[in-house]
């Protein structure tokens, strides 16, 4: 055999061996992870498996088809399947669970050849061909790569809170919107009442005037708040085009796709429990501070591997040296296997790792204690903004709006008999649309007050039990 077919030999059978190395190498993969918020969970009905779920669906307008009026519940359902932004972190926490057997795996093998030139044609004909090969891997010292993957599990999972986030984000501004639609389709209707009862006025004030009992101002003020009504519904009409835009947007849609109609009516939600009992519902399920946990995980796992890095890495080889081939007696001290390894001589970087390790733990435990005030304060003032708008409305409906209406009929009562002026009985019929506009902002506000109290504490007020089994360990605590 040639020295060069030798050669060629030896090569392809370390090549082998390196391939069949790499080969067995295990790839240890990451636990699943999958996150399941409340909403997901009690508004569309099915726990959201970050893994599987194809963020944005590709659905249109038809999607609202036969529905005699749209709801909160259907509006939410095609913003979390169609909205942008849900996608953009779904794609960051995938690519943060693709790190995990990235940092987990082993180097690849490094392979050397070396030929002697000058013994490829040599002119001692008893001189053989001089070569080595040498195949080696490096191992990190025990206990690095487990930390590595730890870190990167944490931060993957951290990701997934911030989807989990994100949606809370897009519920509540979906409802705000939604509520914003209800807002001014009600308006228009207290609008379009109000210009009926307004022209009915100026039909009564007319037969006045003409038997000479009312002075015609009477009807010219008539003329004046029906002007001022229509004016006022090219608002309306503006405002419900933008509400309808914004809720079009959020689901991905051109902002002037059309809706169906909201519902003419909305009942109050269930009482919510106490600021207590939610502010302890925040505390465990809240994505901003399950991530914030997740990331101090994550640094203490760069800590543990911060204090690794005083420990050498070994990188044991195996070695066929035909260099001291010339003499016959050596053939068999060719074949070597030995292991090199570093020196972690300069413990001032390693030092310093080490402090920066400890100080973004520090920093994060110091975030997360900042964020928890954060929270209780966020979620007492929801309760209480909750608790004053459901009190309002209930004093509208109870109180205000029935005297109100009272009001203006004993007004035009009492103007048809010539008891009051024309004057008077449009103050009344004004004060009372006033009320009424204000009643239906009150009830929208309640709502969009309700979703904020329901992103602070991290989902929905009220959960079954069955609902609470369902959910991942961290948010049942």
Not at 251 to 266: E, G, N, Q
Not at 344 to 366: K, M, W
Not at 407 to 416: D, I, K, L, R, T
Request: hydrophobic share 45%; proline share 8%.
């Amino acid at each position: 055999m040639t020295p060069w077919a030798f050669l060629r030999l030896r090569l392809l059978s370390v090549c082998a061996c390196a391939l069949a190395g790499c080969s067995a190498l295990p790839v240890p993969l990451p636990p699943r992870i999958t996150h399941t918020t409340p909403e997901a969970t009690v508004i569309l009905g099915a726990p959201v498996d970050l893994g599987a779920a194809v963020p944005i669906a590709h659905l249109g307008p038809e999607s609202f088809a036969g529905l005699p009026e749209l709801s909160a519940d259907a509006v939410v359902e095609q913003v979390l399947a169609r909205n942008p932004s849900l996608a953009q972190m779904f794609a960051v926490w995938r690519a943060a669970q693709a790190r995990y057997p990235q940092v987990t795996s082993l180097e690849d093998p490094m392979f050397a050849a070396t030929v002697g030139p000058g013994t490829i044609h040599p002119d001692d004909a008893g001189a053989e061909f001089a070569y080595r090969l040498e195949i080696s891997q490096r191992l990190p010292f025990p206990g690095k790569l487990k930390l590595k993957g730890e870190n990167a599990l944490a931060e993957a999972s951290a990701a997934g809170r911030d989807v989990d986030d994100m949606r809370l984000q897009l519920v509540e501004s979906a409802k705000a919107a939604f509520y914003d639609y209800f807002l001014m389709d009600r308006a228009l209707e207290v609008n379009t009442e109000s210009l009926d009862l307004l022209k009915k006025f100026k039909e009564n004030a007319e037969t006045r005037y003409k038997t000479g009992l009312v002075p015609q101002q009477d009807m010219l003020q008539a003329d004046v708040e029906i002007g001022r009504e229509q004016q006022r519904r090219l608002e309306l009409e503006q405002m419900r085009k933008i509400a309808i835009a914004r809720i079009d947007t959020l689901m991905h849609l051109p902002p002037d796709a059309a809706l169906p109609p909201p519902p003419k009516r909305i009942a109050l939600l269930e009482a919510a429990p106490e600021a207590p009992a939610l502010r302890a519902l925040a505390m465990s399920r809240r994505p901003d501070l399950l991530a914030l946990a997740d990331r101090i995980q994550a640094e203490e796992a760069q800590l543990g591997l911060a204090h690794k890095e005083f420990y050498p890495d070994f990188e044991p080889f195996f070695m066929y040296d035909r260099f001291m081939g010339n003499v016959s007696d050596n053939r068999d001290l060719a074949t070597m296997i030995g292991v090199r390894t570093n020196l972690p001589v300069y413990r001032a970087r390693r030092h310093g790792a080490v402090a920066e390790a400890e100080a973004r733990i520090a920093q994060r435990r110091a975030e997360l204690g900042k964020q928890t005030d954060q929270v209780n304060y966020q979620v007492q003032e929801a309760f209480e903004k909750v608790r004053q708008a459901q009190q309002s409305v209930a004093l509208y409906e109870k109180t205000i709006l029935p005297a109100a209406k009272l009001n203006v009929e004993g007004a035009q009562a009492a103007y048809v008999t010539g008891k009051i002026p024309f004057l008077s009985l449009v103050e009344a019929q004004r004060s009372q649309v006033n009320l009424r506009d204000r009643y239906y902002e009150t009830l929208a506000e309640y709502f969009r007050r309700r979703a904020t109290l329901e992103r602070v504490i991290g989902g929905p007020v009220e959960s079954s039990p069955a609902t609470r089994e369902a959910l991942p360990a961290p948010l049942r605590r």
